[in-house]
């Protein structure tokens, strides 16, 4: 049984965004401007919150109110809110053990979280800390023994999710990470030397726990590879571009919820449903990859009315806030995940970011339910203004 999450917040930082100012000031600048940047000219990035926040919901102040209740049932297993912690690679560089202090708090506030295959932590490490309930994110790999073995060891971690992503095709074009040399581990320019030297909690965190690795995918990796190598080793590894071909086998050997992460139009949610899986995340992540892109809030609300009933429609991108995960939900979402807010969390508070950001977003979420007379999740789109 989870231990129940402490549910309390640190009243020095009420939001997301005093998270993200106190996470730029405690990281070195190459970290928090991976963590923070979208692509190309971030226009994709500043529309995803932009265009959430254009969607308004109605109170009904005088209906019959016995409380709100965010309890989101989800592949049969009842969490505690509906949302979750979105997959990010390279947690370690952000700071250190990251991805367990967010397992640990995502496990204790009873809401899923998703760990990246190119993670600093490896999947054994995080379903003995989620007592097998964390979800995995598969990163596609190129050779089939590899795929296979990596959805195997996800299936002995008790896994009860496995997400597949399709909007990597390419690596996203990022001109913060191309100007900083961005590479694992930290590539010592001095720059970035520099950088790091300003920052010395986090150096001294980092030189505490030594430095981060794939920890998932350390069992395929040549020992003691230099930077090229190491690129090399992940161009070589895995193959990017999803397609149906590739999503049939794993469907065959996976047992549990398969998931589609990364779908932003109708034709790739036809395809999900006719491949057989279980549900899809609308996300464009977080506006890393296409910044001529849509919004996720537009596709959300086309693809959750004319899919919804077949398949589990889910969202990210852009959510900062418990009014943003509200109007998500309202605009047909049936859950929600965030992946810079958490990651802002840690960065600005260590330890203490998983447990301060989980029950800063619940706050917030339990005041709009009770706001506008919202008493059970599903209710949300009743609350929706129709434009
Ligand atoms: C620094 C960073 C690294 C990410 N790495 C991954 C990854 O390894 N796998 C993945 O599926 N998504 C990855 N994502 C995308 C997130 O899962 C999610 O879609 C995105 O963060 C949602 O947008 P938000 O940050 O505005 O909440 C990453 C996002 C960020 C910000």
Same mark, same amino acid.
């Given at each position: 049984?989870?231990?129940?999450?402490?549910?309390?917040?640190?009243?020095?930082?009420?939001?997301?965004?005093?998270?993200?100012?106190?996470?730029?000031?405690?990281?070195?600048?190459?970290?928090?401007?991976?963590?923070?940047?979208?692509?190309?000219?971030?226009?994709?990035?500043?529309?995803?919150?932009?265009?959430?926040?254009?969607?308004?919901?109605?109170?009904?102040?005088?209906?019959?109110?016995?409380?709100?209740? +965010?309890?989101? $049932?989800?592949?049969?297993?009842?969490?505690?809110?509906?949302? =979750?912690?979105?997959?990010?690679? %390279? /947690?370690? &560089?952000?700071?250190?053990?990251?991805?367990?202090?967010?397992?640990?708090?995502?496990?204790?506030?009873?809401?899923?979280?998703?760990?990246?295959?190119?993670?600093?932590?490896?999947?054994?490490?995080?379903?003995?800390?989620?007592?097998?309930?964390?979800?995995?994110?598969?990163?596609?790999?190129?050779?089939?023994?590899?795929?296979?073995?990596?959805?195997?060891?996800?299936?002995?971690?008790?896994?009860?999710?496995?997400?597949?992503?399709?909007?990597?095709?390419?690596?996203?074009?990022?001109?913060?990470?191309?100007?900083?040399?961005?590479? +694992?581990?930290? $590539?010592?320019?001095?720059?970035?030397?520099?950088?790091?030297? =300003?920052?010395?909690?986090?150096? %001294? /965190?980092? &030189?505490?726990?030594?430095?981060?690795?794939?920890?998932?995918?350390?069992?395929?990796?040549?020992?003691?590879?230099?930077?090229?190598?190491?690129?090399?080793?992940?161009?070589?590894?895995?193959?990017?571009?999803?397609?149906?071909?590739?999503?049939?086998?794993?469907?065959?050997?996976?047992?549990?919820?398969?998931?589609?992460?990364?779908?932003?139009?109708?034709?790739?949610?036809?395809?999900?449903?006719?491949?057989?899986?279980?549900?899809?995340?609308?996300?464009?992540?977080?506006?890393?990859?296409?910044?001529?892109?849509?919004?996720?809030?537009?596709?959300?609300?086309?693809?959750?009315?004319?899919?919804?009933?077949?398949?589990?429609?889910?969202?990210?991108?852009?959510?900062?806030?418990?009014?943003?995960?509200?109007?998500?939900?309202?605009?047909?979402?049936?859950?929600?995940?965030?992946?810079?807010?958490?990651?802002?969390?840690?960065?600005?508070?260590?330890?203490?970011?998983?447990?301060?950001?989980?029950?800063?977003?619940?706050?917030?979420?339990?005041?709009?339910?009770?706001?506008?007379?919202?008493?059970?999740?599903?209710?949300?789109?009743?609350?929706?203004?129709?434009?």
């Amino acid at each position: 049984m989870p231990k129940k999450g402490k549910s309390n917040f640190d009243s020095r930082y009420p939001s997301v965004e005093d998270l993200r100012a106190k996470a730029k000031k405690r990281i070195p600048k190459f970290a928090f401007e991976y963590l923070d940047g979208g692509c190309n000219e971030d226009i994709n990035l500043h529309k995803n919150t932009a265009e959430i926040r254009e969607v308004e919901l109605l109170p009904y102040y005088l209906s019959k109110h016995s409380g709100s209740n +965010m309890k989101t $049932k989800l592949f049969g297993h009842s969490y505690d809110a509906p949302f =979750g912690i979105a997959p990010v690679g %390279l /947690q370690g &560089l952000m700071w250190p053990r990251s991805p367990e202090i967010l397992a640990k708090a995502a496990f204790e506030h009873n809401i899923p979280f998703v760990l990246s295959t190119v993670s600093t932590s490896a999947i054994e490490r995080i379903s003995e800390i989620t007592e097998g309930q964390a979800w995995f994110q598969l990163y596609h790999p190129a050779k089939t023994k590899l795929r296979d073995d990596i959805i195997r060891r996800a299936a002995a971690a008790e896994c009860p999710v496995l997400v597949i992503l399709s909007d990597v095709p390419t690596f996203g074009f990022r001109p913060r990470d191309i100007r900083n040399g961005l590479a +694992m581990p930290p $590539k010592m320019s001095i720059a970035n030397i520099l950088q790091i030297m =300003g920052k010395p909690n986090w150096a %001294l /965190q980092t &030189l505490r726990h030594g430095q981060p690795n794939f920890e998932t995918l350390r069992p395929y990796m040549p020992k003691n590879l230099d930077l090229k190598q190491l690129g090399q080793f992940m161009d070589q590894t895995f193959s990017g571009r999803l397609n149906e071909e590739r999503i049939k086998p794993i469907r065959d050997m996976w047992k549990g919820k398969l998931v589609l992460k990364g779908v932003a139009c109708e034709a790739d949610v036809e395809k999900a449903i006719q491949l057989g899986l279980d549900g899809v995340i609308v996300s464009n992540h977080g506006g890393r990859q296409l910044d001529a892109g849509e919004s996720t809030i537009r596709p959300l609300a086309r693809i959750a009315e004319a899919y919804g009933s077949q398949i589990e429609v889910m969202m990210d991108s852009g959510l900062r806030s418990g009014p943003d995960i509200a109007r998500t939900m309202a605009s047909g979402a049936k859950f929600t995940f965030m992946g810079r807010s958490f990651m802002y969390g840690v960065a600005a508070l260590g330890a203490e970011g998983g447990n301060h950001t989980i029950s800063l977003l619940k706050a917030q979420l339990q005041q709009v339910m009770e706001q506008i007379c919202c008493e059970n999740i599903q209710d949300f789109p009743n609350h929706l203004i129709q434009k």
